[in-house]
């Protein structure tokens, strides 16, 4: 009755959320990076976040998890959707909006599981990317009053380096493996894909294949045509919020990434990855919400964003207003202890270092050393 009575308040509304896996030298040989933002709007004022450690409670439940929970308050209800988590084993999932799901039909003596209950079930049973489609296989994936404001596919990864798409179109499950190792949201993956085709133009090279028609003006326009300043070879690569264009983002600015300097361990993950969610992060009030729903629809933003590390078990988040990381080791936490920490704490995470500069050195006849400030 609690998700009817949400689902009836709100109507389907469209999240945006990116994805993308970096690989680094890892504990086992390629580890990778899994930089993960969640887009979504404060829907009709009543939705927060939190972080929480959920142990495994239920019959056939086996491990607990790590999850940035959605939580949506209406009246005197709170309702908790996770909507990404990583399990102690180092399974992960990352729910995303899908507006094409349709999902599979009830059937006798088969549990079903809701589609918001997806990943608690999978990640309290499930310790790899293999088990996680065994459990699929044996349950029929439903849809709930629930789904029509949150229809979702999912990635699935874990610590052996196996990464999955599942998504459910027409009734049927269908899996993807993700070698690209980039998502968002609508379209259907596959069709993701095939628009990077689109953008073949992009060069990880300075622009210089012009250079044959070159002439001088004999003025103080100089020779033309030539480069001049920097990031022409990225011309055309889409800038707007739109699920296709962060995908083409991701995609293509990791790979160019990597192409100049691959990352050489954890840390270098951390910050590329870093570096691509501020890509495309979405500021509050950027993204215009449906005027047919002045009340409901709030301008969508990034609530949080998430870095985890299957193989070495750690999840870092980071909030809207204090993105300062702040880190969860896995190897270390006590999934018998129920947990919560408030996604945004307060502050903004700005050090002050007002008194911690050092003086300065001066050289042989006085003089400062360092360079002049302009």
């Known amino acids: 009755m609690r998700l009817l009575a949400l689902a009836a308040a709100l109507p389907r509304l469209v999240w945006g959320c990116s994805y993308v896996e970096i690989p680094f030298p890892g504990v086992n040989g390629t580890s990778y990076m899994i930089a993960r933002s969640m887009e979504l709007g404060d829907l009709a004022g009543q939705t927060d976040y939190a972080i929480e450690v959920v142990p495994p409670t239920a019959k056939g439940e086996v491990f607990g998890y790590v999850a940035a ?28 909006t ?33 088990s996680a489609l065994a459990f699929l296989d044996s349950v029929r994936v439903v849809a709930s009053p629930l789904s029509r404001l949150m229809g979702q596919h999912w990635a699935i990864a874990d610590a052996a380096g196996r ?10 499950r269908l899996v993807h493996e993700n070698t690209p190792r980039v998502m968002t949201n609508d379209p259907p993956l596959d069709w993701h894909w095939r628009n990077l085709n689109t953008y073949t133009s992009l060069s990880p090279k300075y622009p210089t294949q012009n250079s044959f028609l070159e002439v001088e003006t004999g003025s103080d326009v100089g020779s033309v045509p030539r480069t001049v300043g920097h990031g022409w070879n990225l011309h055309g690569l889409p800038g707007d919020s739109s699920s296709p264009s962060r995908f083409v983002r991701l995609f293509y600015l990791r790979g160019y990434a990597l192409h100049a300097k691959k990352a050489s361990d954890e840390s270098d993950a951390i910050v590329l990855g870093t570096a691509l969610l501020n890509n495309v992060i979405i500021p509050y009030g950027t993204v215009a919400p449906d005027p047919a729903k002045p009340s409901l629809d709030r301008p969508e933003y990034t609530p949080y964003a998430v870095l985890k590390a299957p193989a070495e078990k750690k999840m870092l988040i980071r909030a809207y207003r204090n993105q300062r990381w702040r880190q969860i080791d896995l190897s270390r936490l006590d999934f018998t202890i129920a947990q919560r920490w408030p996604m945004e704490d307060g502050t903004l995470g700005i050090d002050d270092i007002t008194g911690g500069g050092q003086p300065r050195g001066e050289g042989p006849s006085g003089e400062a050393l360092g360079g002049t400030v302009v």
Do not use: W
């Not at 899908?98 to 079930?121: C, F, N, Q, T």
């Not at 999955?164 to 009734?171: A, K, R, T």
């Open 98 to 130: 899908l507006a094409e799901s349709v999902y599979e039909e009830e059937e006798e003596g088969v549990p079903s599981v809701k589609v918001e209950d997806l990943i608690h079930e999978t990640l309290s049973r499930c310790d790899s990317v293999d």
């Open 163 to 172: 990464s999955v798409v599942v998504e459910y179109l027409q009734g049927k």
């Open 69 to 96: 929970m959605s939580i949506f308050h209406l009246s005197l209800l709170e309702v908790k959707v996770p909507g990404e988590g990583m399990n102690e084993r180092g399974l992960t999932m990352s729910a995303q």
